[in-house]
């Protein structure tokens, strides 16, 4: 409560439409808040972008490009996008107001997952992939942190397109805090080139399989570069040999999904599926 009230955002009308009310998270790249869009009197959630971001023009273009890109999906397993905007400095994004908690949440305070309790997780978040690989969408930022678990049960993908928006702007006090945090899940292309695909969201929908199965990431490390430096060197290892009694055909499908080499995956989320 105290940081909501010390939140200048919090009570500022947007675009004279969106009023924030209420800060459900902060991140190394943006504050969520929950809002209200007076214009149709409905409960959104509202995406603000971080100053370092919101001041830098080649981000601006980009957020924008993605943005319309990202509303242009619509898809159950996906958080919907309504609308993007710029107001005295601030940059936002407004989205379907989704209650419940992220998937890191879950494994946060429950440990890992049951075989049929992960795959109950992991099916609608790769359908939801697939509808975005099939209109050429890439998310580029898999991770529990994404991945949003409704009260009523529906699975739902976030922040399509943001990791993209962030990666050309060059804004490295923000991109290192969220590179920490993002490398355990990015696909040995993304790290040694730079380049993505859909096959590099599958590799990062298996490390997130690995991870509800197992409670933690394959690699750990004091730096981003030490994890990276694994994803691009080793293969991941089998979950099986972290928590004992997983069957080897679920073994063989994280292998296979988290291939060093982007061919030996499946093809995209859908082929994963």
């Excluded at 004279?16 to 190394?28: F, I, P, Q, S, W």
């Excluded at 972008?49 to 924008?64: K, R, Y």
């Excluded at 049951?114 to 969408?137: C, D, I, K, N, Y």
């Excluded at 730079?194 to 409670?215: F, H, K, P, Q, W």
């Amino acid at each position: 409560m105290e940081t909501t009230l010390l939140d200048p955002v919090v009570g500022l009308v947007l675009e004279k439409r969106y009023r924030v009310e209420r800060r459900l998270a902060r991140g190394g790249m943006s504050t969520v808040y929950e809002g209200t869009d007076l214009r149709l009197d409905r409960r959104v959630a509202i995406k603000v972008m971080a100053e370092a971001l919101a001041t830098d023009p080649s981000f601006i273009a980009s957020f924008n490009r993605e943005a319309r890109s990202a509303a242009r999906l619509s898809h159950l397993n996906v958080v919907s996008v309504s609308d993007q905007g710029e107001d005295d400095g601030f940059v936002f994004l407004v989205m379907e107001l989704v209650r419940g908690q992220t998937l890191r949440a879950v494994i946060h305070e429950n440990g890992r997952l049951s075989p049929e309790q992960a795959f109950a997780v992991l099916a609608p978040t790769l359908s939801g992939l697939s509808a975005a690989h099939r209109t050429g969408l890439i998310h580029r930022d898999v991770k529990p942190e994404n991945i949003l678990l409704s009260r009523d049960g529906v699975v739902k993908v976030a922040d399509f397109g943001l990791a993209r928006a962030v990666a050309g702007t060059g804004t490295t006090s923000v991109t290192n805090g969220v590179l920490l945090g993002t490398v355990a899940y990015l696909a040995p292309e993304q790290i040694e080139r730079g380049t993505a695909d859909a096959r590099s969201d599958v590799y990062a929908a298996g490390i997130v399989l690995y991870e509800m199965l197992t409670g933690k990431p394959p690699y750990a490390g004091d730096s981003a570069l030490s994890v990276a430096y694994q994803h691009v060197n080793n293969d991941v290892p089998l979950p099986s040999h972290a928590v004992s009694g997983i069957p080897s055909e679920i073994d063989e499908l994280v292998s296979s999904a988290t291939r060093r080499d982007p061919a030996a995956r499946p093809l995209d989320a859908g082929a994963f599926l």
